[in-house]
């Protein structure tokens, strides 16, 4: 058997909401086998599940909500989560947002890994995908396929010098994840980051925490952390837009141009459609080599 995995002890940071730009203080704590991630407004008492169904907003980030509490800019943090293979937390936040930190999942991967990782007695289970499902909107593509174990492809095409063409295919395991994904960080052009911040958006966003780009370059002066930073932080965000199905993946994704949004609605029409996929125990004996050397890398 594959087990679960939780935090092994709670452990809190302190960041910068991107867009409010308040302080916000983040807590991670254990949870109990089979309750999945569930975030909690500590602040107003509600407790929001990271689920597909949750998802309030998907415009410049992705919001998950009930009623009318919302958490936004979840998806680097439940990006680390997935990639380290915790299939169990509780995220206490302070406000609206999820500290935006550096911009990557890189510290949320280090505050993980400093709570410490424990295996738990219910098995992991999985969803496996039993036929392709797909979403498109003119030259915006993305979808999902059966495969014997988890990989994102995503090509980026942008009207810009260094976005233009720039396709990564990454086959995932917990190294993977850390080592090629985590450090990429967001991104936005120059432009755009004045529009927003005149309209009350992006108000702790800075070279700190974005790769800025104008024209022609990237105005950060340490530059770019991969030569292809921004496509993997498209991966990154992929792939906690993806855990809001509930479950790893075992299956490939195909993106092209796309966000949020479409991410979004993948995963919700993946759901509606019980034929697509099959939940499943992780039984090492009966996986493919693989999904096994994949599951061994993430428990090592």
Same mark, same amino acid.
């Given at each position: 058997?594959?087990?679960?995995?939780?935090?092994?002890?709670?452990?809190?940071? @302190?960041?910068?909401?991107?867009?409010?730009?308040?302080?916000?203080?983040?807590?991670?704590?254990?949870?109990?086998?089979?309750?999945?991630?569930?975030?909690?407004?500590?602040?107003? =008492?509600?407790?929001?599940?990271?689920?597909?169904?949750?998802?309030?907003?998907?415009?410049?980030?992705?919001?998950?909500?009930?009623?009318?509490?919302?958490?936004?800019?979840?998806?680097?943090?439940?990006?680390?989560?997935?990639?380290?293979?915790?299939?169990?937390?509780?995220?206490?936040?302070?406000?609206?947002?999820?500290?935006?930190?550096?911009? @990557? @999942?890189?510290? $949320?991967? $280090?505050?993980?890994?400093?709570?410490?990782?424990?295996?738990?007695?219910?098995?992991?289970?999985?969803?496996?995908?039993?036929?392709?499902?797909?979403?498109?909107?003119?030259?915006?593509?993305?979808?999902?396929?059966?495969?014997?174990? $988890?990989?994102?492809?995503?090509?980026?095409?942008?009207?810009?010098?260094?976005?233009?063409?720039?396709?990564?295919?990454?086959?995932?395991?917990?190294?993977?994840?850390?080592?090629?994904?985590?450090?990429?960080?967001?991104?936005?052009?120059?432009?755009?980051?004045?529009?927003?911040?005149?309209?009350?958006?992006?108000?702790?966003?800075?070279?700190?925490?974005?790769?800025?780009?104008?024209?022609?370059?990237?105005?950060?002066?340490? =530059?770019?952390?991969?030569?292809?930073?921004?496509?993997?932080?498209?991966?990154?965000?992929?792939?906690?837009?993806?855990?809001?199905? =509930?479950?790893?993946?075992?299956?490939?994704?195909?993106?092209?141009?796309? =966000?949020?949004?479409?991410?979004?609605?993948?995963?919700?029409?993946?759901?509606?459609?019980?034929?697509?996929?099959?939940?499943?125990?992780?039984?090492?004996?009966?996986? @493919?080599?693989?999904?096994?050397?994949?599951?061994?890398?993430?428990?090592?």
């Amino acid at each position: 058997m594959i087990a679960q995995r939780t935090l092994d002890h709670s452990i809190r940071c @302190s960041g910068i909401g991107l867009h409010s730009g308040r302080k916000i203080q983040l807590v991670l704590h254990p949870a109990p086998e089979n309750s999945g991630i569930t975030f909690v407004r500590s602040d107003l =008492g509600v407790e929001i599940p990271a689920r597909a169904d949750c998802v309030t907003d998907t415009r410049l980030c992705t919001t998950i909500g009930q009623g009318k509490a919302n958490i936004s800019t979840v998806e680097h943090l439940l990006s680390a989560l997935a990639g380290l293979g915790v299939d169990n937390a509780r995220i206490e936040v302070s406000g609206p947002e999820v500290p935006i930190m550096d911009g @990557s @999942s890189a510290p $949320f991967v $280090f505050l993980i890994q400093c709570a410490g990782i424990r295996e738990q007695s219910q098995a992991k289970k999985v969803m496996r995908i039993l036929k392709r499902v797909e979403v498109q909107n003119g030259d915006k593509r993305c979808a999902l396929y059966p495969a014997s174990g $988890f990989s994102v492809s995503y090509l980026l095409d942008y009207d810009h010098p260094l976005l233009r063409k720039r396709k990564v295919k990454i086959d995932f395991s917990r190294q993977a994840y850390t080592r090629e994904i985590s450090r990429a960080r967001t991104f936005g052009f120059l432009h755009e980051v004045e529009a927003l911040q005149k309209a009350g958006l992006a108000l702790g966003g800075s070279l700190e925490n974005a790769i800025v780009l104008d024209t022609h370059r990237v105005v950060n002066e340490g =530059g770019l952390r991969y030569e292809d930073e921004c496509v993997r932080h498209k991966i990154l965000d992929t792939l906690g837009d993806l855990s809001l199905s =509930g479950y790893p993946i075992v299956g490939a994704f195909e993106g092209e141009l796309t =966000g949020h949004d479409m991410n979004h609605q993948l995963v919700m029409t993946l759901l509606a459609d019980p034929s697509s996929y099959r939940i499943e125990e992780l039984q090492a004996e009966k996986e @493919s080599s693989a999904v096994i050397a994949a599951q061994r890398a993430q428990t090592a």
